[in-house]
């Protein structure tokens, strides 16, 4: 009887922790995903440090996406760049999980739209007016 009720109990729980996801709420994935979002930025340090040498920066595909010029974050050399990579790595997932569940298309932020836009993909940074930029020329 013991190891009926244990059984039982395991099954229960088992489908309890899996069921946790989706229990969610549509406001509580979108601002986990905005969440995720603030920490690549912050940790990217693109809006904390000052540019006064383009060569100091880097960029990197934020959003896993077909189209060659969307989505590309600057990051600060001095950061860890495999800690960037996994925590864009987590936004995508959570990207993708909220695309899937809540059936939404690709623009879900305004700032992570996932949309062809027909330009060329960046070649390199510039600093402007003390701030990183992406620049698409040669």
């Known amino acids: 009887m013991k190891q009926k009720i244990f059984i039982l109990l395991a099954i229960c729980l088992s489908l309890g922790s899996c069921s946790n996801d989706d229990s969610t709420t549509r406001e509580e994935d979108l601002a986990k995903l905005a969440t995720l979002y603030s920490d690549v930025l912050d940790y990217s340090q693109m809006f904390a440090k000052s540019c006064t040498n383009p060569e100091e920066w880097g960029f990197t595909k934020l ?76």
């Open 63 to 138: 959003i896993e996406s077909a189209c060659p010029n969307d989505g590309y974050i600057l990051y600060h050399k001095s950061i860890n760049f495999k800690t960037l990579q996994d925590k864009i790595r987590k936004y995508n997932r959570q990207l993708k999980y909220v695309k899937k569940k809540w059936n939404l298309d690709g623009s879900i932020a305004s700032k992570t739209s996932d949309i062809c836009t027909g330009s060329v993909p960046p070649k390199s940074v510039k600093c402007f007016e003390n701030r990183p930029q992406l620049s698409y020329e040669p």
